[in-house]
Nanobody, 121 residues
Framework: QVQLVESGGGSVQAGGSLRLSCAAS?????MGWVRQAPGKEREGVAY???????RYADSVKGRFTISRDNGKNTLYLQMANLKPEDTAMYYC??????????????????WGQGTQVTVSS
């Protein structure tokens, strides 16, 4: 497994922006962001593969941008035009096998501790 440490969460008003960072203990092919709102299941937000492929959940397309710095083993999530429904705990996640990458939370096997994002209307 890989150790993941998130940072950058906080509270903003609707329409605002936040940037999340995730420092990984080593390189992994598939890294992503997963969020969980109170009372809801974990939802894949975006992923970024070592080959440069990205994918986003429909709910965040056009507003969130995922990026990674392989030299620093760091993953980022730039969130813009935030909405109250984006309020959730955001987790950095990774998959240790270099076979595939998906937005399904169950396909990730390493998790950070999470960082809270709260968007007020």
């Amino acid at each position: 497994q890989v150790q993941l440490v998130e940072s950058g969460g906080g509270s903003v008003q609707a329409g605002g922006s936040l940037r999340l960072s995730c420092a990984a203990s080593r390189y992994t092919y598939c890294m992503g962001w997963v969020r969980q709102a109170p009372g809801k299941e974990r939802e894949g937000v975006a992923y970024y593969t070592g080959g440069g492929t990205t994918r986003y959940a429909d709910s965040v397309k056009g507003r969130f941008t995922i990026s990674r710095d392989n030299g620093k083993n760091t993953l980022y999530l730039q969130m813009a035009n935030l909405k109250p429904e984006d309020t959730a705990m955001y987790y950095c996640a990774a998959r240790r096998f270099e076979d595939f990458c998906s937005l399904k939370a169950a396909d990730f096997d390493s998790w950070g501790q999470g960082t809270q994002v709260t968007v007020s209307s």
